[in-house]
């Protein structure tokens, strides 16, 4: 009986690391920046959709190039940003984005806006 029961739980299919991280939903600040040259190695613009992550979220760049679902909590409005920068003065759950994502889910002279956002998995895209 306990070989049945461990065969069975060795069958079941484990999840896959950014399933669980799309999962996360996080609550922050969202802030704004001119984009550039970024942390992942990407060359961008202020009119793309792109965000730069927490230092304690960026840890080696694993992120990089994963697409997040960002939503303004006081009007609802909601958009997506890449990920391509490492935000170094953000708290761990905050974003700072390109004024083109920024533009998508409020008006850049609010300067902040409160937001939540999480992962899509690594293999999706908008």
């Not at 079941?12 to 920046?33: E, Q």
């Not at 304690?56 to 697409?67: A, D, V």
């Not at 609802?76 to 998508?104: H, I, N, V, W």
């Amino acid at each position: 009986m306990l070989s049945a029961i461990f065969l069975l739980a060795r069958a079941a299919p484990l999840p896959d690391a950014p399933s669980l991280d799309k999962r996360i939903t996080h609550y922050g600040a969202g802030t704004w920046f001119n984009v550039g040259d970024g942390a992942c190695g990407q060359w961008n613009v202020n009119s793309d959709s792109i965000v730069a992550i927490s230092a304690q979220i960026y840890g080696t760049g694993g992120n990089c190039g994963q697409w997040v679902h960002v939503i303004n909590t006081a009007n609802g409005k909601s958009a997506y940003g890449l990920t391509r920068d490492e935000c170094e003065s953000c708290g761990s759950s905050d974003l700072d984005m390109s004024p083109g994502l920024f533009e998508q889910i409020g008006d850049l002279s609010t300067g902040m806006l409160d937001i939540s956002w999480n992962f899509m998995n690594k293999d999706w895209s908008p």
